[in-house]
């Protein structure tokens, strides 16, 4: 990620000739058997614990106040009920107190959305409160993006600083290491496996090699250790563990011939929607920058503005478009049979456009609301005849996953754990639309361009 985003970048190799690094480099393993090594799991497994009661307490804190503005706010000023235009002024005021955190905190708020994911350095501890003023004036005002770039950010921050803390002058291994731990325990209890945050950090920050294993095996430990931290929260609170999850997946049938066709054209469709809002998302950004404050009110009219039209034509909560759309996943393939196709195409625009927006001038991750703008194009390209709702909402997910975090192998994983046994039978399906969209995504992306920077 973008600077402050809490993915570290691996470091160079070492030159060839070097001593100690050649033989490091030439066995992995001697840098695992090694005491520091021992040293390394240990502070992993430690760091795990705070990293994560810090990921709960964002997550909790952001739920809460979600629940203050848009639920007990209204009912303290007299109204009946959640008003049809309260998404106006409340995103108005969420983009005031985002700007102004942006703009005058330090670390730029975070990482910056419309850049999609790219290796970076943990944030320094000045730039913590900052990064997360401005995704709780984000999230919780109900912009269209994720909570895990600042849980990223939180968890590679908390865990960098901790080293810089206990050793003046730590080795930059050291740092990089356990603050790839730190980004690891904070985002693998969101997507509810440790297994599937090790995949989303190793593709994201291009992490391979023969040094994978060494550096993979710490964070995992970390989020391992904090998982069990999450649970217990979360059942000791009452809250929830706030995991990605379905609870209500209907069977799946084998895939067919048609099936297979529909997950080519998914992954097209995917690959230029996805180059549009990223064009789009740049676009505006480029405006807002000069203007950040102003700008960024102006956003959240804009936004609160398609949240209405959307409950005004639809006579549908406008919930259904605000927030990452992380929660409303379930609900969205439980109901499938209750969406007509004109709901479902006018759901999919307003989200898109909402998701656009949010991008150019809030602060939080890209990874939800483009799950979930995929799983509603899928549930809607579902209406004509030979594809399952099942099947749609998979191959939606894959493919727009793919196309706007170019991480192929963790859009699969996505798309196909969160199904459960299901999952494994829409596999192929997923695989198809992902390779579609990666490759007509690479296409559509300007020469000379890794895709994330080809518009800024």
Known sequence: MAAGS??????????????????AVGDPLALVRSRRYAVLLVASALLGVPVCAAAFGFLALTESLQHVLWKDLPEALGLAATPLWWPLPLLAVGGLCAGLAIRYLPGNGGHEPSAGFAPGAPPRAVELPGIVLAALASLSFGAVLGPEAPLLALGAGLAANAVRLARRDPA????????????????????????????????????????????????LLAAGVGSLLFVGLGSWTGLGT??????????????????????????????????????GAVR??????????????????????????????????????LYSGQSA?????????????????????????MYALCLAGFRGGPVFPAMFVGATGGLLLAHLPGLSPLSGFAIGIGAMGTA?????????????????????????????????????????????????TADR
């Open 329 to 353: 996943l379930s609900p969205l393939l439980a109901d499938a049979a209750g969406y007509s196709a004109a709901t479902l195409a006018l759901l999919l625009v307003c989200k898109t456009v």
């Open 172 to 219: 930059p291994q050291a740092s990089t290491v356990l603050g790839a731990a730190g980004s690891f325990a904070a985002v693998s209890s969101l997507l509810g496996s440790p297994l599937l945050g090790a995949f989303l950090l190793m593709e994201a920050s291009g992490l391979a090699g023969a040094m994978l294993g060494p550096v993979l095996v710490p964070g």
């Open 284 to 321: 505006v950004r480029r405006w807002v920058e000069p203007r950040r404050v102003t700008g960024t009110v102006c956003l959240g009219l804009a936004v609160g503005a398609v949240a209405v039209g959307y409950a005004a034509g639809t006579d549908r909560e406008a919930s259904e478009v």
């Open 404 to 452: 706007m975090l170019r991480l192929p192998l963790t859009s699969v994983l996505l798309a196909t754990l969160l199904l459960g046994k299901a999952g494994l039978t829409v596999m192929p399906l997923v695989i198809v639309a992902v390779v579609t969209a990666y490759v007509g995504t690479a296409v559509l992306s300007p020469p000379g361009t890794a895709g994330d």
């Open 242 to 279: 706030y995991a990605l999850e379905l609870t209500d997946v209907p069977p799946a049938q084998d895939p067919t011939v048609p099936e297979f066709g529909y997950a080519v054209l998914t992954g097209l469709v995917a690959a230029l929607a996805c180059a549009l809002v990223r064009r």
């Open 6 to 23: 809490g993915t570290p970048s691996p470091s160079p190799g070492p030159r060839p000739g070097s001593g100690a690094a050649t033989g």
